[in-house]
């Protein structure tokens, strides 16, 4: 299982943390990871030592803007995207990020305490909250090197204790706003 606690000295997100191109990089500031610019821009970063087809995070605070992901190298992915606390869109990312939308939107209110999840379950990329499929697309636009990620647009958002979900449910993010 790959978990991060994000306790150690500020700086960029390194080992075995990856970039992916094309988006900024996260950074860590007071035990907890940020976007490195501070503030709204597209930033994520990818899980290289894992290839686990689960990211997940609990919600803390009002609902912020980016979630699970699941990218390669090049910045291909997914993308959940929990918006206003009240929407969840899943995209398909490629450059990143060139954003596609794939279906319509969840209506999903996003509270403090709910718990968010971004599955690759075969062809079909899903969403859960609280363990409850909320939200299933389908796409085999990238099938291949995709590793659990992090995605934050919000220049206030923060998480603290990510993990890939390798360990089964216990879930440990905490996205903090």
């Given at each position: ?21 094309g ?40 609902a ?23 929407t ?14 794939i ?39 990238f ?23 390798a ?11």
């Amino acid at each position: 299982m790959a978990n991060d606690d994000f306790n150690r000295a500020d700086g960029n997100l390194t080992a075995p943390w990856g970039a992916a191109t094309g988006w900024a990089a996260l950074r860590v500031s007071s035990n907890q990871c940020g976007n490195s610019a501070g503030s709204d821009t597209d930033s994520a970063m990818r899980r290289t030592d894992s290839t686990s087809l689960r990211s997940i995070f609990e919600y803390r605070g009002a609902a912020p803007d980016g979630g699970p992901a699941h990218l390669d190298a090049a910045g291909n992915g997914y993308v959940c995207e929990c918006a206003s606390g009240t929407t969840v869109r899943i995209y398909d990312v490629t450059g990143g990020p060139n954003y596609h939308q794939i279906g319509g939107d969840a209506l999903a209110a996003i509270l403090p305490g709910d718990i968010g999840e971004l599955r690759i379950d075969g062809n079909d990329i899903v969403y859960y909250k609280n363990s409850v499929e909320t939200f299933r697309v389908t796409s085999t636009l990238f099938r291949t090197g995709l590793s659990p990620a992090i995605f934050i647009f919000s220049g206030t958002m923060r998480i603290d204790n990510w993990n890939d979900g390798a360990a089964g449910d216990t879930l440990f993010a905490q996205v903090l706003t």
